[in-house]
């Protein structure tokens, strides 16, 4: 049932509101101006939960719901099967007057939009019947602004107060002589019709109704029926225009008082968009959004996540895209329940792809796509409960294991959970890899840890990434063949020691639980980027050598050096006796005078060395590098630059 502005309110929304109270839950979809390309909206595989809920919000914030799908599924138990009512509703933010202070800016992504017309959107219907809709604070300000508007008196100026007397004497004589119902009253400017208002509002009250247009307030003699059902009262029309602007979230607000099961199909950005749109601002802190979600919609449901997750539904569905879910559906061993349209007129037009399964050119239109959901969600529901032909049992175990949990697109975290802390994955696989040269691309880092096995990057910038080993048992190796750890301190230069490594360019690395840690202490996640790009931070090209550990203990590795805010360096010691404590930010270092003397030492042998003794010498360097992390068990995980 399609549901647009001019027959929502009075037509359309009782029969909503009876179709919500009866069923037994309710499926939803949203259908959005853009989705975000920019780089602060781009998913990564290794998002923190709160990373990926800003990103998100970012895109919430910034475009606008176009179309919002409900379905609802009522269960008929004398012919055992669901009966759905799809509503597809177009949306459409409107400011109302002026004294409201609702305007609204949003942002369309080109894609998008092309994206909508190859579905047939119908952009002319958007636009001119989108239902209004307003939050919960938009309509608190507006409500206040209407008090304002209501109570706050224009002060009438010398040069005013010629035409407001000239104005009054007009209306008097007009009520004394003329039968006429209306006079009309030329003002130049807003603040003339703002006296006009005012005056004859304060002389005549409920006598008289003041209109205002382009260049003149029209004023109207109010009859004895109407004073009495004060139909004209200012402030009653204001109230009824700010309800009519309320609009589409009476809906959500059924929805939200039913405690029905809401389901949705990948369903982060929907949820997103009804907060937003329906509820309040979008909060700062994923916890306050989960709250707040959760008091919205106490019970939702996540399709994709059920596909991906239960055991008996996912084998059956090998792609968990929205039409080809559908499609999978339709066909055994998802043979339960049985669901129809509701045979009024009104729902038409999805029967064909009902009966078949086979998903229609109304594909990714809002009211479709939520009855596709709810119509997966059954049938999956069904196998992964074995309610062979009857109504879904929500309190069975194997829907409770997925209740309120999100499938999370492209992640490592396995689900976002409304009511719990998120499962956190094990990311020692992960490693911080930072100070490279900008241009520095990812096959270059494919290639420079090529000795690694298979690597991806993630979370790529100038002059940082993140590099995840897939192959284990490399793991161990990768802080001792590509990372070294120093004293504390600076060289003769003022600088920070920097490894210079063989392959090309020159880089610090160190574990992603160090990363984190330095990264929550108060680094801002650009300060990498920033202090690479610092004039002050100098480079020097440096040699590595492969000589035996001195009597003192200190690593013959030759370093580059730079200052700023980058983290501390620790040394690796050469032996198991000499092994260091872990490093961690805020760990206690000694930088002793016999180290200092041993550096200093160690600087004068480099003038010697040979840069073709390094690529000669290489393989060597790295097995001994290897031998030194196994017999210093006690080495920090974190190992800098």
Known sequence: MEVIRSTFQDALLPIIAAAIAEADFIAIDGEFTGLGSSKDMQIDYLDTVQARYHKLKRSATQFQLTQYGVCTFKWNEDAQKYTAKPFNCYVFPLAGRKAFGLEKSFTCQASSLLFLRDCKFDFNKWISQGIPYINQEEESIARQKIGIYQNADAMI????????????????????????????????????????????????????????????????????????????????????????????????????????????????????????????PLPDTVLAFKYGMHNLFPTIFDTKFLAHSDPKVNPNIPRSVLGDMFDRVGRP?????????????AFGGYEASAKDGTPPDSLHEAGYDA????????????????????????????????????????????WFDFEADEIQPDRTNVFNVYGFPPGTGVADMQKEFSDLGAVSTADFESTRCLLIVRDESKVPDVMAVYGAKYLPGKDEDGEVPMTQHVKGFEYGIETYECYMERKNGGQDDDDDDKAAREPR?????????????????????????????????????????????????????????????????????????????????????????????????????????
Not at 378 to 398: D, V
Not at 541 to 559: C, I, K, M, T, W
Request: aromatic share 6%; glycine share 4%.
């Open 333 to 345: 061993p998802f043979q339960h329940p049985v669901i129809e349209i509701d045979s009024d007129p």
């Open 371 to 414: 009855y596709v959901t709810g119509v997966a969600f059954a049938k999956m529901a069904s196998l992964a409960t074995a309610a062979t032909g009857g109504r879904i049992p929500f309190e069975h175990e194997a829907l409770q294991e997925v209740r309120n949990k999100m499938f999370l697109m492209r992640s490592d975290v396995p």
């Open 157 to 280: 100026g010398e040069a005013q107060r010629p035409f407001v007397t000239a104005a009054l004497t007009a209306v008097h004589n007009w009520l004394q002589t003329s039968t006429k119902k209306t006079i009309e009253i030329a003002c130049a400017n807003a603040l003339q019709r703002k006296l006009i208002h005012q005056e004859v509002d304060k002389k005549y009250q409920d006598a008289l109704r003041t209109t205002g247009h382009d260049g003149y307030v029209q004023i109207t003699k109010v009859t004895d029926e109407e004073r009495r059902s004060k139909a004209f009262d200012k402030k009653n029309v204001l109230n009824e225009e700010l309800d009519t602007l309320i609009g589409f979230r009476k809906v959500i607000e059924l929805i939200s008082a039913s405690k029905k099961p809401v389901v949705g199909h990948n369903m982060m950005l929907d949820l997103l968009h009804t907060y937003q749109s329906f509820f309040n």
């Open 537 to 641: 931070r100098k480079r020097r090209r440096v040699v590595v050598v492969d000589e035996a550990p001195s009597d003192d203990g200190l690593s013959p590795r030759e370093e580059e050096e730079e200052e700023g805010p980058a983290p501390r360096r620790v040394k690796r010691q050469a032996t198991s006796q000499a092994a260091e404590e872990p490093w961690c930010e805020n760990a206690a270092l000694q930088d002793t005078d016999a180290s200092r003397d041993a550096r200093a030492e160690h600087k004068a042998l480099k003038k010697a060395q040979k840069i073709a003794r390094l690529a000669e010498k290489f393989p060597q360097r790295r097995g001994a590098a290897r031998a030194d992390s196994e017999a210093n068990s006690a080495d920090s995980p974190c190992s800098m630059m």
